[in-house]
């Protein structure tokens, strides 16, 4: 597995794990992959990147709160004034599609916490799947069969479920 070149690449990307698992959305590193694609420093989100298997690693150790370790604590002056000046010096190669720093990005979205069992991810997940490959039509008649049945109750405008559901129909088309 690649890691990181420098520390503050390092950094990044446990801040920007940390951030999307904390994240209310789920869909948080897709919103921040697109919103980042032409920033080189966030290419450690895209699934061919060669940082990826390391970002992913990071997400894995801090959902087991052993987060932390890409900080290092030994030089913390030398680190907090060569930070400044990568800062300084990179504020313009930082910027977002639509100008937002990294700090911006990594805002927490204005959208309540959904909270899935496994069972409501899987039926959740099989069926954005099917419905990105067969179309909308195909949703229509999966919620006609399965109506009544609490299941497939995100098929549903109005579930506070289906925000999600329609954003991994999305993730898979």
Known sequence: MAIPQTQRIANLIEKTATFINS?????????????????????FLMRDHSLY??????????????GGYASDDS????DESESKQDNES??????????DSNADILKEPDVERVDLTDEEANVIEKT???VAKNGSKFEDVVRERNQGNSRFDF???????????????????
Do not use: C, W
């Not at 209310?24 to 590193?29: F, L, P, V």
């Not at 298997?53 to 052993?66: A, C, I, W």
């Not at 030089?75 to 030398?78: Q, Y």
């Open 75 to 78: 030089n913390s002056d030398a």
């Open 155 to 173: 098929l549903i405008p109005s579930n506070p479920l289906n925000r999600y559901y329609k954003m991994r129909v999305l993730f898979y088309s």
């Open 90 to 99: 990179n504020d313009s190669d930082v910027q977002g599609k639509e100008g």
């Open 128 to 130: 954005a799947k099917f």
């Open 53 to 66: 298997p390391y970002f992913q690693h990071v997400r894995s150790l801090l959902k087991m709160g052993l």
């Open 23 to 43: 994240s209310a959305n789920s869909q948080t590193e897709v919103l921040i992959r697109s919103k980042q694609s032409s920033n080189p420093d966030f290419g």
